[in-house]
């Protein structure tokens, strides 16, 4: 599966947008980019996904690069409960998911 | 039901015993995934079931790790002889055929080995 590069942490102000960036330079032409979230104590938690256009719904947009090497997950404002580590993710046909660190977000109040 | 659904939620076990870990997915869901997280890491990829079938076992450690859906739904992970290395929380997820192809997890089920 192709890998995908985040920053290790975060930090935003509360009622802040939130943008954290993900780089997957060998993704192939096939493999959407998922985006999951998992709060602390649980599972985690889809937010969104996108294969070449940008994408928005309740809970975040996912703006994806021209060349679809890289993409952004834009929360618009960040509240105390969207502290989590988020999951940039490519899925292939197997539909099986690799996780890799992610990045950890912190809000302040 | 709603949600997935795992029991038991924490498990406390001596080192060489055996374990089954249960998960219950969202009714109507073909596809089951099993993951196992380890503290401060993200989740690792053990199997997947379509319907009663493992489509992808690649993610199994060892010998001592096996799960079953027998009927297409409720799953079971098992593992035997434990160890001490096991200790994780072992995370199952259901994905519908239709829709948007999205994973759905569960809370998890704590393992720790003693």
């Known amino acids: 599966d192709a890998k995908t590069t985040q920053p290790n942490s975060m930090e935003s102000n509360e009622e802040e947008p939130v943008h954290l960036p993900c780089n997957h330079s060998?993704?192939?032409?096939?493999?959407?980019i998922h985006w999951y979230r998992q709060l602390p104590s649980q599972g985690p938690e889809y937010v969104i996904h996108?294969?070449?256009s940008n994408v928005n719904n309740r809970m975040a947009s996912l703006a994806i690069a021209e060349d679809r090497k890289s993409s952004t997950l834009i929360l618009h404002r960040a509240t105390l409960r969207d502290a989590a580590v988020y999951y940039c993710?490519?899925?292939?046909?197997?539909?099986?998911?690799?996780f890799g660190a992610g990045t950890t977000v912190t809000v302040r109040a | 039901g709603a949600g997935v659904s795992q029991t038991p939620s924490n498990k406390v076990t001596e080192k060489g015993k055996y374990v089954e870990l249960r998960c219950d997915p969202i009714?109507?869901?073909?596809?089951l995934y099993w993951y196992r997280q380890s503290l401060g890491q993200g989740p690792e990829f053990l199997i997947y079931?379509?319907?009663?079938?493992?489509?992808?076992d690649s993610g199994l450690p060892n010998d001592r790790f096996f799960a079953v859906r027998p009927e297409g739904s409720v799953s079971t992970l098992k593992i035997q002889r434990t160890e001490r290395g096991d200790s994780a929380v072992y995370l199952c997820?259901?994905?519908?055929?239709?829709?948007?192809?999205?994973?759905?997890f569960g809370a998890g089920s704590r393992l720790t080995v003693l």
């Open positions: 997820a259901s994905r519908s055929s239709s829709g948007a192809n999205v994973l759905t």
């Open positions: 060998t993704i192939s032409g096939t493999d959407y």
């Open positions: 996108g294969l070449t």
């Open positions: 993710i490519l899925r292939g046909a197997s539909y099986k998911l690799s």
């Open positions: 009714s109507g869901h073909t596809a």
């Open positions: 079931f379509q319907g009663t079938g493992a489509a992808d």
